[in-house]
């Protein structure tokens, strides 16, 4: 593996009609979590084409290594502040605004200037 960091790409597939509610969490919750346990994020981005926008949150994370990541998100999902505002962020309704999440880590190759 190379020396550096390691890379952590995030697909999330929103509930129909839930993406701003998921984006409105993010925004004004997650990334204060994030913050809060040395979780770097690299970007975020909706899918281009309008017809998986409203789909496809998509964003890059970066840690010192694999076992920081781990253990960032090992105390982040166990967050009892967290899981207050998750499922604040699901009510009325109580319905998930994630049908799904793809996690994919990824390490940069020599050439690549994300090291």
């Known amino acids: 593996m190379p ?5 952590e790409l995030r697909t999330y597939y929103a509930t129909p009609k839930k993406m701003p509610a998921l ?4 925004e004004n919750h997650t990334l204060g979590f994030f913050r809060k346990y040395g979780m770097t994020v690299e970007g ?3 899918a281009a084409d309008s017809s998986e926008s409203e789909q496809k949150l998509v964003y890059l ?3 010192p290594s694999k076992e920081d ?3 960032s998100w090992d105390c982040f999902r166990a967050d009892p502040d967290w899981i207050a505002a998750r499922n604040a962020s ?3 309704e109580g319905q998930m605004l994630t049908t799904r999440i793809e996690s994919l880590f990824l390490d940069p190759v ?3 200037p994300m090291k």
């Not at 020396?3 to 890379?7: I, Q």
């Not at 984006?23 to 993010?26: A, D």
Request: glycine share 4%; no cysteine; charged share 30%.
């Open 23 to 26: 984006l409105k969490r993010f």
């Open 44 to 46: 975020f981005w909706l």
């Open 110 to 112: 020599s050439f690549s």
């Open 3 to 7: 020396e550096g960091r390691v890379y």
């Open 61 to 63: 994370m970066s840690y």
């Open 69 to 71: 990541a781990k253990k």
């Open 90 to 92: 699901e009510q009325p």
